[in-house]
């Protein structure tokens, strides 16, 4: 195989789409934004992207299996079309996030995509019962127009700028004539969360305009709220909270 292969498994007709990458990184919040919006909408999956950049494993679905990949959907339901980018993995090293970006960003390109919306947590390293969204943008006017739908800009935030394939996704993307921003929902770090993927989706259903339930993260929110009161108690114990490092933003 190739550092990656692109499998093309339906072409729709779009108009005008967005591209939405939502992959794991600190508190799954992109990945659970993505799956979020694709559980809401009827997602027709288009692209496959397979590299040897990604683990060296498949995953197993009632004993079908399925060799490690990155999936694109086309969704056609919302006032704009979307395109979501998905998946189970990052690449695990500099050059494979690099090549991977490249073959996103060259789907995106087959689709006549000139926006980017890259999704995911921002770490405070404490319980937040609010979460605010972060963002960076390639452009002073994407900058604009995310701040009238509430998004901050904070000098030095995220601390060490942001990394993996949504770093990169800006990075590359601008180099490539896209407009792109990263919307980073504030989370904990170390805990699953999906109160921070709602925050970034309400941001995003406004910067884009689509209207979206949000029960099943809802149902989600209050199953965490357990564990949440159990760390609050070992907070007020005085245990130790994960560490700066481990809280390391990787989008």
Known sequence: MDAFDIETVSDPDLEDPVLVEGLPGVGHVGKLAAEHLLEEFDGELVRRVYS???????????????????????????????????????????????????????????????????????????LVDEPDVIGAATTDEFIEDLEDVGVEFREDE??????????????????????????????????????????????????????????????????????VKRIRQMEQQGSAAPSEEDLRYIG
Request: charge should be negative; hydrophobic fraction near 40%; charged fraction near 25%.
């Open 158 to 227: 995220p601390a060490g700028g942001i990394v993996g394939i949504s770093g990169l996704l800006l990075g590359l993307g601008e180099r490539n004539g896209f407009e792109a921003a990263c919307l980073m929902g504030e989370t904990s770090g170390y805990l699953v969360d999906p109160k921070s993927a709602r925050a970034v989706l309400e941001v995003l259903q406004e910067a884009v305009g689509f209207d979206i339930g949000y029960d099943s993260l809802e149902e989600r929110a209050e199953e965490m709220e357990e564990v």
């Open 52 to 126: 040897e950049h990604f683990p060296p494993q498949v995953t197993v679905d009632e004993g079908r299996t399925q060799l490690a990949s990155a999936e694109v959907y086309a969704l056609q339901e919302p006032e704009r079309d979307l395109l979501v980018l998905t998946g189970d993995h990052q690449a695990g090293d500099g050059p494979g996030h690099y090549r991977l970006t490249e073959g996103f960003l060259d789907v995106a390109d087959g689709f006549d995509v000139d926006r980017i919306f890259a999704l995911g947590g921002v770490p405070t390293g404490e």
